[in-house]
C-alpha cells in the first residue's frame, strides 16, 4: 500500500439500551451521540428528546448506555421483530421486508424545483470534507429547501442519516416536513427511518429500490432518483 493511499476510518460502535445489548454499528467515529440518538429514534425507542433519559459515553471503548423510558422498550419488544439483512447495510431488526407495517399518511408536499435541488446537493458535496479526501464516503443532510441543515458524513449511508435525524433531535428542532439528502441510494431501511421521521422527501443522485418506494407510498413520502440531473424522477405517493 501507498503511504499516501486515501482510506477511511471505520470502527465498531456499540450500544445498550436499558442494560440490554441492542446494536454495534460499523460506522465513521464522529457525531456518535448524534449517531445513537438517530438510532433510537429510527428504531421506535425515542420520539423526542424527552423520551432519552440518560445516553451515557464508555470512558475506556466506543460504546453508549442509553436509558430510555420504560414503556418505550415495552412498545418496541411488542413489534417482535426479527432481524433482517439490509442491503448493503447489515443486520437490522426493523419491518424492512412488512411494507404493510408502515402507517399510512397522506403526501405532505411536493419537492423543490429541479434546479434548487441541484444547488442543495453542490453544497452537500462541497461540505463533504472526507469525500472530497477519498470518495469513500457518504453525506445526509435535512434540508428546508432554502439551506442545509444538520449535515452529516459516514461510511454507512443509514448511519448519516441516523446522524442528522439525531442532531435534530438533540437540537429539538423539527424534523417533520423537511427533506432529506443523500449521496447513495435509496434503500427500504433509509426509507423506513424518513418514514419514521415523518419527512415530506428524500432525494438521491442514485435511485430507490422498489422496497423502498413501496414504504414511500405508503408513508405518504415522495422519492427523488437523479436528482442532480436535468430530469429527476420523481416517485410520488400517489402514482
Same mark, same amino acid.
Given at each position: !500500500?501507498?503511504?499516501? %493511499?486515501?482510506?477511511?476510518?471505520?470502527?465498531?460502535?456499540?450500544?445498550?439500551?436499558?442494560?440490554?445489548?441492542?446494536? *454495534?454499528? !460499523?460506522?465513521?467515529?464522529?457525531?456518535? @451521540? @448524534?449517531?445513537?440518538?438517530?438510532?433510537?429514534?429510527?428504531?421506535?425507542?425515542? @420520539?423526542? $428528546?424527552?423520551?432519552?433519559?440518560?445516553?451515557?459515553?464508555?470512558?475506556?471503548?466506543?460504546?453508549?448506555?442509553?436509558?430510555?423510558?420504560?414503556?418505550?422498550?415495552?412498545?418496541?419488544?411488542?413489534? &417482535?421483530?426479527?432481524?433482517?439483512?439490509?442491503?448493503?447495510?447489515?443486520?437490522?431488526?426493523?419491518?424492512?421486508?412488512?411494507?404493510?407495517?408502515?402507517?399510512? #399518511?397522506?403526501? &405532505?408536499? @411536493?419537492?423543490?424545483?429541479?434546479?434548487?435541488?441541484?444547488?442543495?446537493?453542490?453544497?452537500?458535496?462541497?461540505?463533504?470534507?472526507?469525500?472530497?479526501?477519498?470518495?469513500?464516503?457518504?453525506? +445526509?443532510?435535512?434540508?428546508?429547501?432554502?439551506?442545509?441543515?444538520?449535515?452529516?458524513?459516514?461510511? =454507512?449511508?443509514?448511519?448519516?442519516?441516523?446522524?442528522?435525524? =439525531?442532531?435534530?433531535?438533540? +437540537?429539538?428542532?423539527?424534523?417533520?416536513?423537511? =427533506? $432529506?439528502?443523500? *449521496?447513495?441510494?435509496?434503500?427500504?431501511?433509509?426509507?423506513?427511518?424518513?418514514?419514521?421521521?415523518?419527512?415530506?422527501?428524500? #432525494?438521491?443522485?442514485?435511485?430507490? %429500490?422498489?422496497? /423502498?418506494? *413501496?414504504? /414511500?407510498?405508503? #408513508?405518504? !413520502?415522495?422519492?427523488?432518483?437523479? /436528482?442532480?440531473?436535468?430530469?429527476?424522477?420523481?416517485?410520488?405517493?400517489?402514482?
Amino acid at each position: !500500500m501507498l503511504a499516501d %493511499s486515501a482510506v477511511v476510518e471505520e470502527w465498531p460502535v456499540w450500544l445498550e439500551v436499558n442494560g440490554a445489548p441492542a446494536v *454495534t454499528w !460499523m460506522c465513521t467515529p464522529d457525531q456518535l @451521540e @448524534e449517531l445513537a440518538t438517530g438510532w433510537l429514534h429510527g428504531e421506535g425507542y425515542i @420520539e423526542t $428528546l424527552d423520551d432519552l433519559i440518560k445516553l451515557r459515553p464508555c470512558a475506556t471503548d466506543l460504546g453508549f448506555w442509553a436509558e430510555v423510558k420504560p414503556e418505550r422498550v415495552t412498545l418496541v419488544k411488542g413489534d &417482535q421483530r426479527r432481524p433482517v439483512l439490509a442491503s448493503g447495510c447489515g443486520a437490522v431488526s426493523t419491518f424492512l421486508a412488512h411494507p404493510p407495517a408502515v402507517r399510512h #399518511a397522506p403526501a &405532505q408536499r @411536493e419537492p423543490p424545483f429541479p434546479e434548487t435541488l441541484r444547488a442543495l446537493f453542490k453544497e452537500l458535496f462541497a461540505r463533504g470534507t472526507r469525500y472530497n479526501e477519498t470518495g469513500g464516503i457518504h453525506a +445526509a443532510a435535512l434540508t428546508d429547501d432554502a439551506t442545509l441543515q444538520f449535515h452529516a458524513e459516514d461510511i =454507512g449511508r443509514h448511519n448519516a442519516v441516523d446522524k442528522v435525524i =439525531g442532531a435534530a433531535v438533540i +437540537a429539538r428542532q423539527p424534523i417533520a416536513g423537511r =427533506g $432529506l439528502l443523500v *449521496t447513495g441510494r435509496i434503500s427500504a431501511e433509509l426509507a423506513h427511518k424518513a418514514a419514521r421521521a415523518g419527512l415530506a422527501y428524500v #432525494a438521491t443522485p442514485s435511485v430507490p %429500490s422498489t422496497l /423502498a418506494l *413501496t414504504v /414511500a407510498q405508503r #408513508a405518504g !413520502m415522495v422519492l427523488v432518483g437523479r /436528482a442532480v440531473s436535468g430530469t429527476p424522477h420523481i416517485h410520488r405517493p400517489d402514482a
